[in-house]
């Protein structure tokens, strides 16, 4: 059982819009920045959001993030085919004094 | 551009101990502040964070693996390490090193990944 919970799937057409669920509790995501990482099938995850709502270089607007209270969300807008991906939240816990991460939304575009 | 390259044995006995490096190239582990960083993934599983070491040398780990985890750098060589103390099955998975900017995360490189099996 994950500290944080995602949901297990998510699912959009392509020029869709979907988001992405992350909740938690005040020790995780209610006191602490969230991140979001994008990992490919058969890949290492790829920072996709991080702080809760910064994009790295090279990462599309198309990929946005936001937290409100003990939640967060990661939203991709413009659905493609290549955005087909497990997707993972995470953050730092501060009575766990250590980090958690989701326990991952897999993405499929029909 | 940085890379990071995990290496070590990808068969360990079970009670033993998995040793597994990170070396890290197109930059100095020593410079900036970063968190050097170990995450798992037990086939066809989630992520899972092992633990940190700052470039101070302060270490942080997960708590439910910490009496059995030790990660060290080594800055002569540009390389940090993990070791796993009295592995079991469970410890099967896809071992991943990785730079963290952050306590939370925000790892901007990682590793390909190796996988480590536990098995007699």
């Known amino acids: 059982q994950s500290v944080l919970t995602q949901p297990p799937s998510a699912s959009g057409t392509p020029g869709q819009r979907v988001t992405i669920s992350c909740s938690g509790s005040?020790?995780?995501?209610?006191?602490?920045?969230v991140y979001w990482y994008q990992q490919l099938p058969g890949t290492a995850p790829k920072l996709l959001i991080y702080?809760?709502?910064q994009r790295p270089s090279g990462v599309p607007d198309r990929f946005s993030g936001s937290k409100s209270g003990t939640s967060a969300s990661l939203a991709i807008s413009g659905l493609r085919s290549e955005d087909e991906a497990d997707y993972y939240c995470a953050a730092w816990d501060d009575s766990l004094s250590g980090r958690v991460f989701g326990g991952g939304a897999k993405l499929t575009v029909l | 551009q940085l890379q990071l390259q995990e290496s070590g044995p990808g068969l360990v006995k079970p009670s033993e101990t998995l040793s597994l490096t990170c070396t890290v190239s197109g930059g100095s582990i020593s410079t900036g502040s970063y968190f050097w960083g170990w995450i798992r993934q037990p086939p066809g599983k989630g992520l899972e964070w092992i633990g940190s070491i700052y470039y101070s040398g302060s270490t942080y780990y997960n708590p439910s693996l910490k009496s059995r985890v030790t990660i060290s750098v080594d800055t002569s060589k540009n390389q940090f390490s993990l070791r796993l103390t009295s592995v079991t099955a469970a410890d099967t998975a896809l071992y991943y090193c990785?730079?963290?900017?952050?306590?939370?995360?925000?790892?901007?490189?990682w590793g390909q990944g190796t996988l480590v099996t536990v098995s007699s």
């Open positions: 005040s020790s995780n995501i209610g006191s602490n920045y």
């Open positions: 702080r809760n709502n």
């Open positions: 990785a730079r963290g900017n952050d306590y939370g995360g925000n790892d901007d490189y």
